[in-house]
């Protein structure tokens, strides 16, 4: 990718300007602009959805064996790989992250393609018992054209997601990139081409997503919609799908507890929740916001967790050393400050961080310490709404029932920590917390073989899994007669 000159984006296979306003995607570290395009007008969108069903109902896709399609999938798999240095290099510009972490989502993208390839190659339909003279049988098509809305904090990871399984079902996929990160789809959608993926059946539409995101969702010709975003975004896309009559899928917010036992290994249990809450600068879905301490070592604890934090190092995500970059925008790190400054209003105490660093290095970048406030209580506003950022709210507890209580207090149910020796007492809470996600020991670590999704605020169905492929594809059941005499009924007897 040219990134000195105007990006072309994708309407239906064809590359060329979009028919909306030109503007810059910006580097976090610097502010400094890294390319521009012209965003995707509401006539590219009819165009683009019209080419998808085109394309779907032309191409053959859809009916190619699945072995047939796998191989196509493998081979985007494999183009990945081959260019996984650039593709991250593009990933750290587009959204500044570490280059570390950068490199793991591109491999990410690159397993998720060659998983829904495998999955693609050996779903199974099936024969059901025969309850009569019929030979009965479930079946799975792909039901058209599919969107996927991507967010801003992984993107080539979250298209990937998505993508993969559509494809593998067989659909026609427009995907709606975050406006602000657009450039890894855009990538994307030229690997699938370049490995075989006939023409018009992927689309990318830069820009608002107020604007594009609605006019993708009413438009007749989609018939899912796989969106993964802030709350209130996803329940008005799931007004719209109502009224359609349409499925979705949903990864939303998330404020998920992470709860430190007693008897839990330390050392351990203070580099998970270090990795869980401040990897990505905290802008993640899933990030361990929430902690609670068993109170007997919530001193010794917080010492050595608030000494870590301090420790971590915040600076250049080209810098292999990185382990913290910018936030995505200076407007999202001015929510974050103010967040920080409400839960210190509420009765909060800043233990460490709550401040931009003071390197001269970093001035021009969206940089923000990772921030601890302790004293507060779960009810306040800095422990019940999502942040998105590296600022971790911390509380003891004493008792177990109450825990779980204050744990489950949340409108979210994402994702949850579990930090203890006891193996019955890790199981015991595992299933008493209210989370789609369970960490035992461990925390952020993700395998595209298992089901992710949330409850309540959180979301609606699942991604990943051998069967997410299935949520892009219709069942169909076929009855087979195998009587030998006419229905009976049609002879008057």
């Known amino acids: 990718m040219d990134l000195s000159v105007t990006q072309p984006i994708c309407i239906a296979g064809e590359w060329r300007l979009g028919g909306g306003d030109r503007y810059a995607t910006l580097y976090p570290a610097t502010g400094e602009a890294v390319t521009h395009l012209h965003a995707a007008s509401l006539a590219d969108v009819q165009e683009a959805i019209e080419g998808a069903d085109r394309a779907f109902r032309t191409s053959g896709w859809g009916q190619r064996k699945p072995h047939e399609r796998a191989a196509v999938l493998h081979k985007v798999a494999q183009l990945i790989r081959d260019e996984a240095e650039d593709l991250a290099q593009l990933q750290r510009l587009d959204n500044g992250k570490p280059i570390t972490e950068c490199r793991a989502l591109v491999a990410s993208a690159a397993a998720t393609f060659q998983f829904f390839a495998a999955a693609c190659e050996t779903l199974e339909e099936t024969i059901t018992p025969a309850r009569g003279d019929q030979l009965t049988m479930s079946v799975y098509e792909a039901m058209g054209v599919v969107a996927a809305i991507t967010p801003w904090n992984s993107p080539i990871a979250s298209e990937a997601q998505k993508m993969a399984p559509a494809l593998a079902a067989g659909n026609a996929v427009v995907v709606k990139p975050a406006e602000i990160t657009p450039l890894l789809a855009l990538e994307l959608a030229r690997i699938c081409y370049a490995a075989g993926v006939p023409h018009g059946l992927i689309s990318v539409l830069p820009g608002k997503g107020s604007v594009l995101g609605?006019?993708?969702?009413?438009?007749?010709?989609?018939?899912?919609?796989?969106?993964?975003?802030?709350?209130?975004?996803?329940?008005?896309?799931?007004?719209?799908?109502?009224?359609?009559?349409?499925?979705?899928?949903?990864?939303?917010?998330?404020?998920?507890?992470?709860?430190?036992?007693?008897?839990?290994?330390?050392?351990?249990?203070?580099?998970?929740?270090?990795?869980?809450?401040?990897?990505?600068?905290?802008?993640?879905?899933?990030?361990?916001?929430?902690?609670?301490?068993?109170?007997?070592?919530?001193?010794?604890?917080?010492?050595?967790?608030?000494?870590?934090?301090?420790?971590?190092?915040?600076?250049?995500?080209?810098?292999?050393?990185?382990?913290?970059?910018?936030?995505?925008?200076?407007?999202?790190?001015?929510?974050?400050?103010?967040?920080?400054?409400?839960?210190?209003?509420?009765?909060?105490?800043?233990?460490?961080?709550?401040?931009?660093?003071?390197?001269?290095?970093?001035?021009?970048?969206?940089?923000?310490?990772?921030?601890?406030?302790?004293?507060?209580?779960?009810?306040?506003?800095?422990?019940?709404?999502?942040?998105?950022?590296?600022?971790?709210?911390?509380?003891?507890?004493?008792?177990?029932?109450?825990?779980?209580?204050?744990?489950?207090?949340?409108?979210?149910?994402?994702?949850?920590?579990?930090?203890?020796?006891?193996?019955?007492?890790?199981?015991?809470?595992?299933?008493?917390?209210?989370?789609?996600?369970?960490?035992?020991?461990?925390?952020?670590?993700?395998?595209?073989?298992?089901?992710?999704?949330?409850?309540?605020?959180?979301?609606?169905?699942?991604?990943?899994?051998?069967?997410?492929?299935?949520?892009?594809?219709?069942?169909?059941?076929?009855?087979?007669?195998?009587?030998?005499?006419?229905?009976?009924?049609?002879?008057?007897?």
């Open 214 to 493: 609605d006019a993708i969702t009413v438009h007749p010709l989609v018939k899912r919609v796989s969106f993964t975003g802030g709350t209130v975004t996803g329940k008005h896309i799931a007004h719209i799908a109502a009224d359609k009559m349409m499925p979705v899928s949903m990864e939303l917010g998330g404020k998920s507890p992470t709860i430190v036992f007693d008897d839990a290994d330390i050392d351990h249990a203070v580099a998970g929740v270090l990795y869980g809450i401040f990897s990505s600068s905290g802008e993640s879905c899933i990030a361990g916001s929430r902690l609670f301490v068993a109170r007997g070592i919530y001193d010794a604890f917080m010492e050595k967790l608030a000494a870590g934090a301090a420790a971590l190092r915040v600076g250049d995500p080209a810098d292999e050393r990185t382990q913290m970059g910018p936030l995505i925008t200076a407007r999202h790190r001015d929510s974050i400050e103010s967040y920080v400054a409400l839960g210190l209003r509420e009765g909060g105490t800043l233990r460490t961080g709550g401040m931009r660093p003071q390197d001269p290095a970093l001035a021009k970048g969206n940089y923000y310490l990772p921030t601890i406030i302790e004293n507060v209580d779960n009810t306040m506003r800095i422990c019940q709404e999502e942040i998105f950022g590296p600022v971790l709210v911390a509380m003891a507890f004493d008792d177990e029932d109450d825990l779980i209580r204050q744990a489950n207090d949340s409108v979210y149910a994402l994702a949850a920590g579990i930090w203890t020796r006891d193996y019955k007492k890790a199981w015991r809470f595992a299933r008493a917390v209210q989370a789609g996600t369970v960490w035992i020991n461990t925390y952020k670590q993700f395998s595209i073989a298992t089901p992710f999704g949330g409850w309540r605020d959180s979301g609606l169905g699942r991604e990943k899994g051998r069967l997410g492929i299935l949520q892009y594809m219709e069942q169909k059941s076929v009855y087979w007669g195998m009587n030998d005499m006419p229905l009976q009924w049609a002879q008057g007897k």
